[in-house]
């Protein structure tokens, strides 16, 4: 079964400091993964995927994310945060059977 | 451009009382989500339906029933709603498992 693991639950970073999201997936093949953003009282946008080729992919609003096969890792990065940047993020995996699964979510808070 | 339409916005029921939560998408997807938020808990997948005349259970289906009416509208029913179901309900369509998720705006359901 797939299954996203998201071990932090908050984050506090100064603004301009360097931002890295840890998330850890279970799949048996070759997942899609995925990372998502969620502003306060709103729904999920995309801020970047991976399903096949460079393992390190880019996304919107500066983020990248590396896939690490070896240990099952998808790990969402910014190296400079902007207080625009505080939101929720999810990680998500999906599967050939169309499931997506995501994860319980990282807050990220940003100080001035 | 609509995207994925969700009705109500808002909805308070007493335990007991049934309801349909409407979904609707024009973007010609062939799969649909149904999740719900809860704090700390991320976004748990309640049924999907990766076609139209098909649906499959999630991470959390007990208490709902869904029906994909066709391609455009998924809709999720409670029959007997219990406080336990005070949540965050949030609808998805998506083309391809490897692409990107559309999300509803979201239906904040208080059960009490």
């Known amino acids: 079964a797939q299954s996203v693991t998201q071990p932090d639950i908050h984050i506090t970073v100064s603004e301009g400091a360097s931002l890295e999201l840890r998330c850890n997936y279970s799949?048996?093949?070759?997942?899609?993964l995925f990372w998502y953003v969620q502003s306060p009282g709103q729904g999920l946008q995309l801020l970047l995927k991976?399903?096949?080729?460079?393992?390190l992919v880019q996304g919107i609003k500066g983020f990248e994310a590396e896939f690490k096969r070896s240990q099952s890792s998808f790990n969402l990065r910014k190296p400079s945060v902007h207080w625009s940047d505080a939101a929720e993020y999810f990680c998500?995996?999906?599967?050939?059977?169309?499931?997506?699964?995501f994860g319980t979510g990282t807050r990220l808070q940003v100080f001035p | 451009n609509a995207g994925v339409t969700q009705t109500p916005k808002f909805q308070v029921l007493k335990t007991g009382q049934s309801m349909t939560l409407q979904c609707a998408q024009d973007?010609?997807?062939?799969?649909m989500y149904w999740y719900r938020q809860d704090p700390g808990m991320g976004l748990r997948l309640i049924y999907y339906?990766?076609?139209?005349?098909?649906?499959d259970k999630g991470e959390v289906p007990n208490g709902y029933n869904v029906s994909r009416l066709n391609k455009r509208e998924f809709s999720l029913r409670l029959e007997s709603a219990a406080p336990s179901q005070t949540s965050v309900y949030f609808c998805?369509?998506?083309?391809?498992?490897?692409?990107?998720?559309?999300f509803g705006q979201g239906t904040r359901l208080t059960v009490v």
């Open positions: 998500a995996v999906g599967a050939w059977t169309d499931k997506l699964i």
């Open positions: 799949y048996g093949a070759t997942p899609y």
């Open positions: 991976y399903f096949s080729g460079d393992t």
């Open positions: 973007m010609n997807h062939n799969s």
């Open positions: 339906s990766a076609s139209e005349g098909t649906t």
């Open positions: 998805a369509s998506i083309a391809l498992v490897n692409t990107e998720a559309f």
